[in-house]
C-alpha cells in the first residue's frame, strides 16, 4: 500500500464525509456508544479520582464553560474534556473495541460534548463527529495493535487523542490541511502508559487524550501546523510507537467497514479479560446457591494475557481489585456482582472475599482464546461444577441489549441523580440525534443542590 499520505488521506475523509451517507445501523450504534458513556461518566462523578483532579486543575481552569456531567458548569471546556474523560472511565465499565481493547468513547465523546457547549452545535452533527472520531481512533488503533499495546502503551489514550482531534475538527469545520494538522498535534501528543493499571492515571489517559485532542482541534484551526505525515513518516506515531504498521487497516474501505459498529458495551466494571471469568462464576452461582460457601477450589484456565493484564494476586484497593481475575471470580461466586459495587477499596478488603480469592488459582494456556475462560469449581464433597465460556455476555457475539443498557445507565446515574432525574436524562440523550443543542441535556446532569 501507498504510505506517502495516510494522514492526509485520512484527514481528508473526515472532512469530506457526508453526514447523509452514515448508515443507519452504524449511527444506532453510535447512539448506543454515547448513552452508554454518558451513563459512564455520571456514574464515575463523585469517584475521589475525579475529586482530586478537579481540586488540582480549578486553580488554573478558565471560565466555567462546560460541564462536568454529574457535577456542574464548573470549569472551561479543555478541563471539562479531562474531567469527563476521566469520569467516564474511572469504574472501568465503558465501551470496549474488542479487536484492540481501546474504549472507544472516553477520549471521542468527552472532547465533542465539551467543545459542542462552546458553539451552536445540534445533536446530529454531533454524532456524527463522535462517530467519524471513532472510526480514525479504532482504525489508528488497528494499524499498530497487538505490537503496540504489547510494548506496554495504553491504547486508548494512545490512539484516543487522534479520534479526539478528528471529532472536534469536525465540529470546527477544519478544512483538510487544517484537520491534517490536528491529527499531528494529536500525534506529538499521543501518551499512556499500562504500567498505571490499577491507579487513578489509568483514567488520566483518556482524560488528557479528551483534553489534547480538542486543543489540537482549535491549535490548527488557528494555523498552528504539524508534520503532514504524521503518522506514517518514519519518525512519525506509528514507526515510533510500534513495530508493526498496517495502513491498509486506517485507509481502506473507509465509509463501508465500520469499526464504530463493532463497539461493546460492558456489563462488568473491570478489564475486559475478566468478562468471561464473571459471566461463568455468575451462572455457576446460580446453579449452586448457597453451596458456594462450600467452596474448595475454584480453578481458571485462561489466555495468557489475562494473567498478564489482571493477575493481581492480592488487590490492596478497589481499582487494583479490578484487574484482579482472582478478586473478580470469589466476588462473582459469592455475591453474583460485577457491577462497580463489587471493586470498592472495602469489597477488595472482606475477609470472606479474601478467604475464597485465595482458593482461585488461574493458569494461563496459549490454546485458550482471550476471549474465552474454562472453570471448575470443586466444592469440599468433591463435586465438580464446569463452565466453558467462549464469549462473555456484552461481546459481539453476546451484546447488550437497548434495555439492558438503559438498566446499566439506571444503575450508574440514580445514585448521582435520583431516579427521576436520571429516567429524563436517559430519554432525552436517547433523541439526541432530534436535539438542536445539547445544553438542555447537559443541564439536566447537574445534581440539584440542597
Partial sequence: MQTADVTRQL?????????ASLPQPVRREG???????LGCAIGGSPHETVDRALDAVRLFSGPAQATIFGRGREVDAL??????????????????HLKTIIHPAGPVA??????????????????TAIILGIEAECRIGNCIYPDHYDRGW?????????????????????DSRKMTWALGIAATQSSGLREMFGTMCKSLHPGRAAQNGTMAAFLARSGFDSSERSIEAPRGFANVLSTK?????????????????LNTYKPFACGIVIHPTIDGCQQ???EIGDAVHRIAKVELTTHPLVLELTGKRTPKTGLEGKFSVYHSAAVALLHGDGTPSAFTDAIVADPAVIALRDRVMATADRAMPEESVRIVVTLDDGTVIERHIRRAL??????????????KFRGSSNPVLGEAVTDDVLATVWRLPTLPSINGLAALTIPARN
Avoid: C, K
Fill in 11 to 19: 484527514a481528508r475523509w473526515i472532512v469530506d464525509y457526508p453526514a
Fill in 31 to 37: 447512539l448506543r456508544t454515547v448513552v452508554n458513556w
Fill in 79 to 96: 478541563h471539562a474534556a479531562l474531567l469527563n474523560g476521566i469520569a467516564s472511565h474511572v469504574l472501568d465499565y465503558d465501551d470496549t
Fill in 110 to 127: 468527552s472532547a465533542a460534548f465539551a467543545a459542542a457547549e462552546l458553539m451552536p452545535i445540534n445533536g446530529a452533527d454531533l454524532l
Fill in 154 to 174: 495504553h491504547i486508548t489514550g494512545t490512539a484516543g487523542v487522534f479520534g479526539a482531534a478528528a471529532a472536534v475538527g469536525r465540529l470546527l469545520g477544519l
Fill in 245 to 261: 504498521q498496517d495502513y491498509g487497516e486506517i485507509l481502506e474501505g473507509l465509509g463501508e467497514r465500520w469499526e464504530t459498529s
Fill in 284 to 286: 455457576i452461582r446460580t
Fill in 394 to 407: 456484552g461481546s459481539v457475539e453476546r451484546p447488550l441489549s437497548d434495555a439492558q443498557l438503559d438498566e
